[in-house]
Each structure stands twice: as C-alpha cells, then as structure tokens.
C-alpha cells in the first residue's frame, strides 16, 4: 500500500495496481485532465480490501471512502474481479463508481467485470493520448448518479 497523496481537493480517488508505472501514468492522467481529486493507491488486491473494508492495519483509518475507484484486473493477493466483488458486494461501497483499467481485451473479463457490476471497463492503451481520452470522460461518475454500463451498448 502507498500513502494517499496530500490534498484539499473534492474528490478522492483509489488507483489499484501493481505496476508502479502504471500507478503514476493514471495518476498524471487525472491530473492532465484536471479532475479536482487526490489519490490513494493499493498495489494488492489485499491491500485493496483491507483498506477499503478498514480492517488490519486500516482499521482505525478516518480516511473518507472513495468517490471512484480505478481498478486493475491482474493483481497479486487477490486478483481485480475479487476486489470488485468485495466492493458491489459490501454495503456503504457497492454504490462507490469503479472502472476497470486493464491491459485484458478478452471479452470473458469483459463480460465478467460487467457481470460483477463494474461501471465501465477499459482496456489499457498503449499511447498518452489514448490515456488521456479514456480518462476524460470518467469526470462523469463525480458529477452524477453512476450505473454500470450493460455490455450490450459496448
């Protein structure tokens, strides 16, 4: 688990994966983009858990929960479809918006994280543009009511 970023922001937002590089690509994203946000980060499906459901050494966290959730699929300690089966399975976070960001284009991941009530899934790109055009549209799940995306309109 790394530390939460020090903010004043309105939104807080959780990055979950394992790749440091990863981590710090999205982060600058959302910050290119110019989301009012500060982030924390988990890099295990573990850690993720824990520290959303405050137990272990996030037990006695004050920390509000988050207003989105990006979340990586391959994860160590628990993979991403177990974290976001934890997250729409847990009162108090099933409602929080969570986007799945994954380098898997196989559509039975697809349809499995729709499945488990992701809001959106998209797959990693390869570009900074790319990312930044991904990104951009996600301000909507902190501007109003969220619902998952059905597969149907992919």
């Not at 970023?5 to 790749?19: E, P, Q, V, Y």
Request: net charge negative.
């Amino acid at each position: 688990m790394i530390a939460p970023s020090m903010h004043s922001a309105a939104h807080h937002i959780l990055i979950i994966d394992d790749n440091p590089g990863d981590l710090a690509l999205t982060t600058e994203a959302f910050k290119e983009c110019e989301f009012d946000a500060y982030f924390s980060y988990a890099l295990t499906g573990a850690d993720a858990i824990a520290l959303l459901g405050r137990t272990g050494e996030y037990a006695q966290s004050e920390k509000a929960p988050p207003d989105l959730i990006i979340l990586d699929l391959n994860l160590p300690n628990r993979n991403g479809m177990e974290v976001l089966a934890y997250i729409k399975g847990t009162p108090g976070l099933q409602k929080i918006p969570t986007v799945i960001l994954s380098t898997s284009s196989r559509v039975s991941d697809i349809k499995q994280s729709y499945g488990l009530d992701a809001n959106e899934y998209l797959i990693k790109p390869r570009r900074w543009s790319q990312l930044l055009a991904l990104i951009r549209p996600l301000r909507k799940f902190l501007d109003g009511p969220h619902s998952p995306t059905p597969i149907e309109s992919r």
